[in-house]
Nanobody
Framework: QVQLVESGGGLVQPGGSLRLSCAAS????????ADWYRQAPGKQRELVAQ???????KYADSVKGRFTISRDNAKNTVYLQMNSLKPEDTAVYYC??????????WGQGTQVTVSS
């Protein structure tokens, strides 16, 4: 069974950067849509960034100008570059990939903690 493997989370000081990666553990159809979500303690999961097969990108207002989503189609991998991190960015981050054959895959989540 194909799984999404996330990496890159950790503890960082305010103003720092992290790069999250989300890779399929096996062969999958081409990526149609890829999202990064996050969930902070006591809060609902929210969409942080999205990239489509056509290259359309959107971000939550709270991360615009600081986060960048990208994809490597050859590697079936999606990235989230996070710069100028703030304490309010602290959350578990999840990736979701929708493939061209209508598979919806979720990562296991990776913790991002922004604290001095």
């Amino acid at each position: 069974q194909v799984q999404l493997v996330e990496s890159g989370g950790g503890l960082v000081q305010p103003g720092g950067s992290l790069r999250l990666s989300c890779a399929a553990s096996g062969s999958i159809f081409s990526i149609n849509l890829a999202d990064w979500y996050r969930q902070a303690p006591g809060k609902q999961r929210e969409l942080v960034a999205q990239i489509t097969s056509g290259g359309s990108i959107k971000y939550a207002d709270s991360v615009k100008g600081r986060f960048t989503i990208s994809r490597d189609n050859a590697k079936n991998t999606v990235y989230l570059q996070m710069n100028s991190l703030k304490p309010e960015d602290t959350a578990v981050y999840y990736c979701m990939i929708a493939t061209m054959n209508d598979q919806f895959l979720w990562g296991q989540g990776t913790q991002v903690t922004v604290s001095s």
